[in-house]
């Protein structure tokens, strides 16, 4: 019998395989058995369809908001009353939809070469610099202030300088050139 076996364990194995497959089909049919739904939730969602957002900067009504869950960065503003004139939202997209718990920076009015810290002798912070405004350092351009801003959105606020070369924000030369022209708010 053993010898039997050892020349057609193939067999025997797929002989195996296939009444399993087959007492499990059956056992779906006649037993009426449903499959585990899956249940898809977005990280960091809204609890209750409701999203939180804090919009602050140039609006009229800075503020904490409830939102739908399906709101948007221009819903989020309108319900803080709007943007005031001359507003840089420039660096927001106004389409993207907003998640629970973050902050959404309306930009102040004004002429971005007032804030230059080469003008000014104030440092930038890096917690609460517009895009624009992190585009007037040199070496910081669209992309680089674009990398810096939306960091702030899904990695939180910044807790050093150096976390700009931490979060791989910015090359080392470009890093050198701002480093002392930028603080971060305590």
């Known amino acids: 019998m053993l010898a039997w076996l ?3 364990s193939f067999f025997v194995l797929g002989a195996a395989g296939f ?6 089909l059956v056992r779906d049919v006649l037993g009426g058995h449903q499959p585990a739904a899956l249940v898809v939730r977005e990280s960091g969602g809204a609890r209750d369809g409701v999203v ?3 919009v602050d900067g140039a609006v009229a009504a800075p503020g904490l908001y409830k939102l739908a869950g399906d709101a948007r960065v221009a819903d989020a503003i309108a319900q803080a009353g709007g943007a005031l004139a001359g507003a840089d939202a420039g660096e927001l997209n106004l389409a993207r939809f907003v998640r629970d718990g973050e902050r959404i920076d309306v930009g102040e009015p004004g002429p971005p070469a007032a804030f230059s810290p080469e003008v000014t002798g104030r440092l930038v912070d890096l917690n609460t ?3 624009g405004q992190l ?3 040199n070496g ?3 992309a680089y202030a674009r990398r810096i801003v939306d960091s702030r959105v899904v990695d939180g606020p910044f807790r050093s300088v150096d976390e700009l070369r931490t979060r791989n924000l910015l090359p080392a030369s470009t890093f050198d050139k701002v480093r002392d022209l930028l603080t971060i708010s305590q």
Not at 19 to 24: M, V
Request: glycine share 10%.
């Open 6 to 8: 050892e020349r057609n």
């Open 19 to 24: 009444l399993l497959l087959a007492g499990l």
């Open 52 to 54: 939180r957002v804090h």
């Open 129 to 131: 610099a517009t895009h």
């Open 135 to 137: 585009m007037e350092l």
């Open 140 to 142: 910081i351009g669209e």
